[in-house]
């Protein structure tokens, strides 16, 4: 069974920091790709950032620079820290694991960002 239970969401000011986690499954973890997306109100989900079993990342243009996806294989965790936020960063962040074709999902933690 694919669980990914995300938290570490909240309130920040602009310009702050935030760093979400994602725990998942042991089983499914080390192998295979894991990423962040994002769904703001009116909006469709959105990619954020992914990282690949060994290590590779991307990230969508909006965020390159400002946030960096790490993955911890000893604690099946995944993070993306979120430095210099803007109003814009605001919304329910989603964890994601890719396997095969299949997506799976976190239930979501919600980011909001103040000006």
């Known amino acids: 069974q694919v669980q990914l239970v995300e938290s570490g969401g909240g309130l920040v000011q602009a310009g702050g920091s935030l760093r979400p986690s994602c725990a998942a499954s042991g089983s499914i973890f080390s192998s295979n790709r894991m990423g962040w997306y994002r769904q703001a109100p009116g909006n469709e989900r959105e990619l954020v950032a992914t990282i690949t079993s060994g290590g590779t990342t991307m990230y969508a243009d909006s965020v390159k620079g400002r946030f960096t996806i790490s993955r911890d294989n000893a604690k099946n965790t995944v993070y993306l820290q979120m430095n210099s936020v803007k109003p814009e960063d605001t919304a329910v962040y989603y964890c994601?694991?890719?396997?095969?074709?299949?997506?799976?999902w976190g239930q979501g933690t919600q980011v909001t960002v103040s000006s």
């Open positions: 994601n694991v890719l396997i095969g074709l299949t997506h799976y």
